[in-house]
């Protein structure tokens, strides 16, 4: 979703812009590290290591222009956002992640579902984790038993 | 063989029983899901990927043609019916086709999109079988130099020729090629940047990072929104069917539509959204009435999606032909096609015909079946538009997760989903083109073979990838589509290109 907003007359240094420039400095320098750290596999004459330094370079690049960019305040601009929904969301998708293997498909993805609802405002969980855990179950057994898709089982899935 | 008995033996293929039902299956989700207010043909192909793994070859790349053809289809129902495009490249259907359905002429807007579509398809599709086998026979004589020299054209043509800033572009491309560094070196074996964690050796699931990017990186910026919302869908009131006025208003702008959007989509340029704006100003100039642009003229619902759609086909065209994917839904179906060892190019034209024509003619059996199936089922479809957003987007996430577990059930796994979800819904933030990260992906490392080929075939000689009069077209184009837009945006020309992004598709 690109913001089309031009940046108004009073323009300021964006420092989370700043921010992304210096993650990309970052991410560069991994890959150097990395790279340069790396051993085994056999030598050729172009080895393993150009093609990431090359990317590293490039993205040295990148991050200075997007640095300059930032201090210029030539982002476009950003509407203010709530963090909130954003919180329940990864959290959601952080709990189905951490769940998955040990409560099964159906009771870790119903929590996600849950968790997505409530970011949206639907409220409340009492409710909304038995239809996610009941929509998810229907889902499994779709696509584990139908399409024979290897989706971790657990205490409800063996119910079947 | 000539073409058309090449297209003949496809079409014994395509039309087994088993592929005619796989085929409608993979239509009718794929409209189904495309229908769904923000999620484009890319999500769409992503999200549906897992329902084809356990398919054969032929059968999952048929249903894969049914679903990108639906995926297109029901975008544009959404941006008809509801002011919000579900893809970008129904902006313009947009334009004139939600006030059509505002002024009650929904169902002839969608009777042309649907129909324009099909005869966009159709032609596109056959433009498709025709100029396969000469590209095919030329492309065989390219080495590895100019593949690698295509590589950099179509990297370059995807991040900075379009959207509102090179500099956003090119780091999206970056980002991506630098995640498709890591795993196991293909040529030495040494692991790269897997930080000594066995899951990275296989290196970055397209299909993980596209779902994360586009389906939890969408959900997040959607629900981080503050935003009322005034989605309002329009009933569909009175006939579904054109009069003579709509048909005789209709056929050319799909005729001209087809035209504009076919070799767009086949040029490695990206994106469906360059030949719908440039068709809606096409037809802006010819219409006979054209103080009812703006207004809702079926014109501008005829031309545009024709165009898209023709422009969808065209993308088919390096991707079938070179490998060479263009837009995101490209990235994801080349990922579909390697999950079963087979790498779209040249060679699968000789080594496995019958699949490939198999899916040409498919995509023309989707084609029509898309006609017959969608002005009835329009119903369903608004019925699908009315879902509450809450309920929509938990059960997108629930089929974005579902992929990925489906395809690979460990935490590492989802992890990584949620990291890039993370990392899409960032990217959102500050106005970074999704496409291109995904693009680079998958072609970053393909693009690494072919340097390193032509550097060992040379002995370390670089002047190899200059030294061919095709090597050197291809690069000075890529240059030029840096340089280009560059100075047009210095020289406040910008506003077009930033139209013209490629962003979601």
């Known amino acids: 979703m690109t913001n089309n907003v031009s940046a108004s007359a009073t323009r300021r240094p964006d420092r989370a812009a700043l921010v992304v420039a210096v993650v990309l400095a970052l991410v560069a320098a991994v890959i150097v590290y990395s790279t340069a750290t790396a051993h085994g596999g056999s030598t050729t004459r172009i080895g393993p290591g150009a093609f990431p330094y090359t990317i590293s370079g490039c993205l040295f690049v990148l991050s200075v222009w997007t640095g300059i960019e930032a201090w210029r305040g030539d982002f476009p601009e950003r509407e203010a956002q709530e963090f909130g929904p954003v919180i329940w969301i990864v959290g959601g998708l952080a709990a189905q992640m951490l769940l998955l293997n040990t409560v099964g498909f159906s009771i870790a993805t119903g929590i996600l579902f849950a968790a997505t609802a409530r970011g949206f405002g639907k409220r409340p969980l009492w409710k909304t984790i038995p239809i996610g855990i009941a929509l998810s179950f229907v889902v499994w057994i779709i696509f584990a038993k139908g399409l024979q898709l290897s989706l971790p089982a657990g205490p409800l899935e063996h119910l079947i | ?505």
Not at chain 2, 21 to 35: E, I, K, N, R, S
Not at chain 2, 53 to 75: E, R, T, V
Request: proline share 6%.
């Open chain 2, 1 to 505: 063989m000539d073409t058309f008995t090449l297209l003949a033996h496809g079409f014994l293929v395509a039309l087994e029983p088993m592929n005619l039902f796989y085929a409608l299956v993979g239509v009718t989700l794929g409209t189904a899901v495309g229908v769904l207010p923000g999620i484009g043909p890319a999500l769409t192909v992503a999200l549906l990927l897992p329902v084809t793994y356990k398919l054969d070859p032929a059968g999952s790349l048929i249903m894969f043609a049914g679903i990108y053809y639906g995926g297109m289809y029901g975008g544009s129902t959404t941006s008809i019916l509801l002011n919000t495009p579900g893809e970008s490249a129904s902006i313009v259907t947009a334009l004139e086709g939600n006030k059509m359905a505002r002024a009650g002429r929904g169902g002839p807007a969608l009777a042309t999109a649907a129909i324009g579509s099909f005869v966009a398809g159709l032609i596109a599709t056959l433009g498709l079988a025709l100029i396969a086998p000469t590209i095919v026979k030329f492309a065989l004589s390219f080495g590895p130099a100019e593949y690698f020299a295509l590589m950099i054209l179509a990297f370059m043509t995807v991040s900075a020729a379009f959207g509102d800033s090179t500099l956003r572009g090119l780091t999206a491309l970056f980002l991506g090629l630098a995640l498709g560094l890591v795993g196991i070196d293909l040529q030495t074996g040494q692991a790269r940047l897997a930080f000594g964690i066995p899951d990275l050796l296989d290196g970055v699931e397209v299909t993980t990072l596209a779902v994360a990017l586009f389906a939890i990186g969408e959900t997040l910026s959607v629900a981080a929104a503050r935003y009322g919302g005034d989605e309002k869908i329009e009933p569909v009131k009175g006939s579904v069917w054109m009069n003579r006025e709509d048909w005789s208003r209709s056929w050319k702008p799909w005729l001209r539509g087809t035209i504009i959007g076919f070799p767009i989509g086949a040029m490695p340029a990206g994106g469906a959204e360059i030949g719908t704006f440039l068709s809606y100003s096409v037809e802006k100039q010819l219409a006979k009435k054209p103080e009812e642009f703006g207004h809702g003229a079926i014109e501008g619902v005829a031309g545009p999606e024709a165009a898209n759609n023709a422009s969808a086909a065209g993308t088919l065209v390096p991707l079938l032909t070179l490998g060479l994917p263009t837009t995101a839904t490209a990235a994801i179906m080349l990922a579909g096609f390697q999950q079963f060892g087979l790498q779209p190019g040249p060679l699968l034209f000789a080594t496995n015909p019958q699949i490939v024509w198999g899916l040409i003619a498919s995509l023309l059996v989707a084609n029509f079946m898309l006609l017959v199936l969608n002005l009835p089922m329009i119903g369903l479809w608004v019925r699908l538009l009315s879902i509450p957003r809450h309920w929509l987007y938990a059960g997108i996430l629930v089929f974005a997760t579902l992929g990925t577990i489906g395809a690979n059930p460990s935490t590492f796994e989802l992890g990584m989903l949620l990291a890039f979800g993370v990392m899409g819904y960032i990217l959102r933030r500050f106005g970074y083109p999704i496409a291109p990260v995904v693009v680079g992906l998958i072609l970053g490392p393909m693009a690494e073979q072919q340097l390193r080929r032509a550097l060992a075939i040379s002995q370390g000689d670089v002047t190899v990838l200059v030294g061919s009069p095709i090597a050197i077209i291809l690069l000075v184009l890529a240059v030029c589509a840096v340089v280009v837009p560059l100075i047009l945006r210095a020289r406040g020309k910008g506003k077009v290109l930033s139209q013209l992004a490629a962003n979601e598709d």
